[in-house]
T-cell receptor
Framework: KAGVTQTPRYLIKTRGQQVTLSCSPI?????VSWYQQTPGQGLQFLFE???????NKGNFPGRFSGRQFSNSRSEMNVSTLELGDSALYLC????????????FGPGTRLTVT | TQLLEQSPQFLSIQEGENLTVYCNSS?????LQWYRQEPGEGPVLLVT?????EVKKLKRLTFQFGDARKDSSLHITAAQPGDTGLYLC??????????FGKGTRLSVIA
């Protein structure tokens, strides 16, 4: 099976801009979760989508949003970028059933200048 | 509040040495997962432990889940440079998202 793919891998944006990141899960996986990883805070949960519905949401401002499509592909959007949004954004897929084992993509490295 | 505390934060050892890293919490988890992350990549799942007291072995890696399902340890025997990476533990409490520790960054020097 092909793994989780994320695009783009690297992104440089300016403060105030917005950005959309994309994630394609492992075939057959219905759950997609997004995480923000920074050296200081570690891996922090953003949100989880299951069958096009947001199932869980982390403690992030409303500038962070996401969605999932009928083919399980997911996008996350960050509006009005701030310098502190610079991070590695990781997408993970899972079957979404009893097991929460996560299969991560390589991440998108976002730099905000 | 960090629910999962990992220690040590950093570890630098020589090839061939043994090491143990810890993942501790005051909360009970239905299962606990260990991941390894290499630079520029996403974390890769190594193992899931489910039963209190469970021990799982993966070649030179031994994972243990505490009897009370609040803590876990990872022991590496005869470490190799290929073991270098960030080791993350993640606790599963059922219907809530996984809780990740901040990780132990391991460097094995040849």
């Amino acid at each position: 099976k092909a793994g989780v793919t994320q695009t783009p891998r690297y992104l440089i944006k300016t403060r105030g801009q917005q950005v959309t990141l994309s994630c394609s899960p492992i075939s057959g996986h219905r759950s997609v979760s997004w995480y923000q990883q920074t050296p200081g805070q570690g891996l922090q949960f953003l949100f989880e989508y299951f069958s096009e519905t947001q199932r869980n949401k982390g403690n992030f401002p409303g500038r962070f949003s996401g969605r999932q499509f009928s083919n399980s592909r997911s996008e996350m959007n960050v509006s009005t970028l701030e310098l502190g949004d610079s991070a590695l954004y990781l997408c993970a897929s899972s079957s979404g059933l009893a097991s929460h084992e996560q299969y991560f993509g390589p991440g998108t490295r976002l730099t905000v200048t | 509040t960090q629910l999962l505390e990992q220690s040590p934060q950093f570890l630098s050892i020589q090839e061939g040495e043994n090491l143990t890293v810890y993942c501790n919490s005051s909360s009970v988890f239905s299962s606990l997962q260990w991941y390894r992350q290499e630079p520029g990549e996403g974390p890769v799942l190594l193992v899931t432990v489910v039963t209190g007291g469970e021990v799982k072995k993966l070649k030179r890696l031994t994972f243990q889940f505490g009897d009370a399902r609040k803590d876990s340890s990872l022991h590496i025997t005869a470490a190799q440079p290929g073991d270098t990476g960030l080791y993350l533990c993640a606790g599963d409490q059922g219907n809530t998202p996984l809780v990740f520790g901040k990780g132990t960054r391991l460097s094995v020097i040849a």
